[in-house]
């Protein structure tokens, strides 16, 4: 990289955003730090971050498939409410469409907008299985956390300042299609994570056509 003339970009300070609630309702943790899952649609962790912008805060949400880490839903918003990370949630479900059979993991912190009872009743609605780590341990959603910090490396902090929620909204959906499709990881084997995925139903696809 030195000769190429080349320099990674480092994190900066992170900021707490979730918001715990110890008298509510929660789930056990069925992941266990373990992000390693042997198909697509076996177990989804969720998350959302800040932004700074000239008029205030915006928030961003995403839904990542842990087997290719993909994102497969994502939302801007000027308000961290429940009904946010609901619609991150929504456009996942569309565009996967878990089934029962998948038995799907639905991983997050304890942040009050995950334990909400409007989006408790969606993941039962979908079949999704409920999994919540442990307060004030990031580890416990390490996965999520790590996708969170790769698009404040590589969008939010490029940028002195963000004018408005459509300019990050904007940044994000570019940067979304960049990372599913280009971006190589190598932990998936150098590949982007539709690369990843594409070749695991390549592979399903042989092994059935040969049994």
Partial sequence: MAAMGLAGVRRG???VTTVSNPKAPCPLDKVNREFRVERPNALWVVDFTYVHTWAGFVYVAFVIDAYARRIVGWKVSTSATASFVLDA???AIHARRPGPEDGLIHH???????????YTQRLAAANLVPSVGSVGDSYDNALAETINGLYKTEVIWRQRSWPSVSAVEMATLRWVDWYNNQRIFGPIGYIPPAEAEANYYAAKETLDMVA
């Fill in 89 to 91: 949630l929504e456009q």
């Fill in 108 to 118: 997050s912190d304890r942040g009050v907008q995950y334990l909400a009872m409007n």
């Fill in 13 to 15: 300070k992170t900021t």
